[in-house]
């Protein structure tokens, strides 16, 4: 095994990188609402900890799975600070990269987390210097390109009636992310316009962006599968969840999530 994994829950994240030879190309995986920067993908660190290396494709990128307390964050800038912050931390070899500053960068994102993505690929003064250089591609899994109709999993169909139609400086802080999730919501019209502005200006808001979307998602809902400009989109039968789990048989472990990561450059 020539690959190390640190596990700092504390932190809420987790880094597995070649302990052999330096890598130059890192992912950064970022979760969703109520999801944890390890279970929301399942075994994945686990198996690539275990078997990346004896992949092509996959031995060449190290692995970093980023965590936030969901109630601690009340707008998607929030989650694009975190991840911009953390890519800087990569590309300039500060602790804990030990030194090795990486020149690629793809990022995966679920749910909530592709929101927060979303909103650093279009908004520059946020990036750091030569990210998008550095961006390979974004694959964003289950979306909500136009809020949630569930906007409420996790108890929040209860909050946001509760607080429906007042302004977010009334809400319970640790709630505040709830109401950028609702369908129509300010916050999402405006990461809208942003993205349409930028292409104004002859950028595309979100360089190389898959988007993954299940038929099955019902915390997505229809009303996902609506396209943004730029997005080159995807649709499978897996529900929400599903779709970033690594699925093990007695052959082969498989799933879309190791489909995207095989096809990496």
Same mark, same amino acid.
């Given at each position: 095994?020539?690959?190390?994994?640190?596990?700092?829950?504390?932190?809420?994240?987790?880094?597995?990188?070649?302990?052999?030879?330096?890598?130059? *190309?890192? =992912?950064? +995986?970022?979760?969703?609402?109520? !999801? @944890?920067? %390890?279970?929301?993908? $399942?075994? /994945?660190?686990?198996?690539?900890?275990?078997?990346?290396?004896?992949?092509?494709?996959?031995?060449?990128?190290?692995?970093?799975?980023?965590?936030?307390?969901?109630?601690?964050?009340?707008?998607?800038?929030?989650?694009?600070?975190?991840?911009?912050?953390?890519?800087?931390r990569?590309?300039?070899?500060?602790?804990?990269?030990?030194?090795?500053?990486?020149?690629?960068?793809?990022?995966?994102?679920?749910?909530?987390?592709?929101?927060?993505?979303?909103?650093?690929?279009?908004?520059?003064?946020?990036?750091?210097?030569?990210?998008?250089?550095?961006?390979? *591609?974004? =694959?964003? +899994?289950?979306?909500?390109?136009? !809020? @949630?109709p %569930?906007?409420?999993m $996790?108890g /929040?169909?209860?909050?946001?009636?509760?607080?429906?139609?007042?302004?977010?400086?009334?809400?319970?802080?640790?709630?505040?992310?709830?109401?950028?999730?609702?369908?129509?919501?300010?916050?999402?019209?405006?990461?809208?316009?942003?993205?349409?502005?930028?292409?104004?200006?002859?950028?595309?808001?979100?360089?190389?962006?898959?988007?993954?979307?299940?038929?099955?998602?019902?915390?997505v809902?229809?009303?996902?599968?609506?396209?943004?400009?730029?997005?080159?989109?995807?649709?499978?039968?897996?529900?929400?969840?599903?779709?970033?789990?690594?699925?093990?048989?007695?052959?082969?472990?498989?799933?879309?999530?190791?489909?995207e990561?095989?096809?990496?450059?």
């Amino acid at each position: 095994m020539t690959r190390a994994l640190f596990d700092r829950q504390k932190e809420l994240w987790a880094y597995v990188r070649r302990s052999d030879s330096p890598n130059s *190309k890192l =992912v950064i +995986f970022v979760h969703g609402f109520s !999801g @944890s920067y %390890l279970s929301t993908w $399942g075994e /994945l660190a686990n198996f690539l900890t275990q078997h990346a290396d004896a992949d092509q494709k996959l031995s060449t990128w190290d692995y970093l799975f980023v965590g936030y307390e969901t109630y601690s964050i009340n707008t998607y800038m929030a989650i694009a600070d975190l991840v911009g912050t953390q890519w800087h931390r990569a590309s300039t070899g500060q602790p804990p990269f030990d030194n090795n500053a990486y020149t690629q960068l793809a990022i995966f994102a679920h749910s909530l987390g592709t929101l927060g993505v979303r909103q650093l690929l279009c908004a520059a003064s946020k990036q750091p210097p030569g990210m998008m250089t550095a961006l390979k *591609k974004a =694959v964003l +899994f289950g979306s909500p390109l136009n !809020g @949630s109709p %569930l906007a409420g999993m $996790g108890g /929040l169909f209860r909050i946001v009636d509760l607080f429906k139609g007042k302004p977010a400086a009334v809400l319970p802080k640790n709630f505040r992310i709830a109401r950028a999730l609702v369908e129509g919501n300010p916050e999402l019209e405006m990461l809208h316009v942003w993205s349409k502005t930028m292409r104004l200006h002859g950028k595309s808001a979100f360089g190389p962006t898959k988007v993954i979307l299940g038929t099955d998602d019902h915390v997505v809902g229809m009303g996902g599968l609506v396209d943004w400009d730029d997005d080159d989109k995807a649709v499978t039968a897996m529900d929400h969840s599903g779709m970033v789990k690594i699925v093990n048989n007695a052959q082969s472990t498989q799933g879309f999530l190791l489909d995207e990561l095989r096809g990496l450059p």
